[in-house]
């Protein structure tokens, strides 16, 4: 399993931006499809966004659809989360994992993952 490790996260205003990172090591990256997660204080986990191994292909929960982008840079093992507009209700952990697995159409799904980061706290707060 590849290991990874999140970073990035902060306290940011109403309205502020982001940049979330998690570099993996351990196997070779670029055959990970990788996503991010997050989850707010008293709620389940949920599914923010994934990019396929070769970065081609990219999903999007409907709340961040035209604000957060997912990318990443294979020949530095890191999966990045750009998050902007962000609302004082997306305060959590966000998490990102790893799937050898080429089956995209099971990339919102946290089952369909089978490595974590430890996460990284955001709070958005005025």
Known sequence: QVRLVESGGGLVQPG?????SCVGSGQTFSDYRMGWFRQAPGKEREFVAAISQSGAHRLYADFAKGRFTISRDNAQSTVYLE????????????????????????????DA??????????AVSS
């Open 16 to 20: 502020g931006a982001l940049r979330l």
């Open 83 to 110: 998050v902007n507009s962000l609302k004082e209700e997306e305060t959590g952990v966000y998490y990102c994992a790893a799937s050898y697995s080429i089956n995209f159409d099971v990339a919102r799904n946290n």
């Open 113 to 122: 993952y089978d490595s974590w980061g430890q996460g990284t706290q955001v």
